[in-house]
């Protein structure tokens, strides 16, 4: 009996450190983690702190000031939800939704180790990685073809059912950051 539960427990331990690769391209540190509150459920994401640490102060930072909070969905595809747009909050302007960010770029490309695999979590940008902000996607399927384009930030580890539930214009009701 003894010898059938430790070899459980390494099992457990394996598929959680292979799932743990699979959202981020490496088991990563506990960073700050956010929580998306939305009518379809709720969404958790781990933040790299130590892999791309000013870009995820960036984004924390917006968060704990309600940044996050009352914007929509603004860009959703087979392969990605996108958001981070303040504009969102308004819905006579959904001409303009995702051009806009939170007007402070963050001023550094933090490329690491992390790829765009299902779940993980980057920072948008209209062509110059050094000028994301504060828009960020969710990647719905693989696409290794975004690796050194975007920069990985952080990966989804509750809610992928969510994310594939989300729609064009779904609100994020709250958002809240829980530091480690």
């Known amino acids: 009996m003894r010898t059938w539960l430790a ?3 390494m099992c457990l331990a394996a598929v959680v450190a292979v799932d743990g690769q699979r959202a981020g391209g490496a088991a990563a540190a506990a960073g700050p983690t956010m929580t998306i509150e939305t009518a379809k ?3 958790e994401i781990l933040f790299y702190a130590s892999d791309a640490p000013k870009s995820v102060a960036h984004i924390v930072g917006l968060a704990k000031r309600n940044f996050y909070r009352g914007q929509r969905v603004h860009r959703v595809e087979a392969s990605l939800v996108q958001f981070g747009d303040r504009v969102t ?6 001409d303009s939704w995702g051009r806009s960010g939170s007007g402070t770029p963050i001023g550094e490309a ?3 180790k992390h790829s765009h695999v299902r779940g993980a979590v980057s920072l948008a940008h209209s062509g110059n990685p050094r000028n994301a902000d504060s828009q960020m996607f969710i990647m ?3 696409m290794s073809g975004l690796d050194g384009k975007h920069v990985v930030i952080g990966r989804v580890t509750r809610g992928m059912d969510v994310v594939d539930k ?3 214009a779904d609100l994020f009701k709250q958002v809240t950051v829980t530091e480690p």
């Open 7 to 9: 070899l459980s427990v």
């Open 41 to 43: 459920g709720t969404i």
């Open 89 to 94: 909050r308004d819905g006579s302007r959904r």
């Open 110 to 112: 933090e490329f690491n």
């Open 140 to 142: 719905k399927t693989n």
């Open 166 to 168: 989300l729609q064009y």
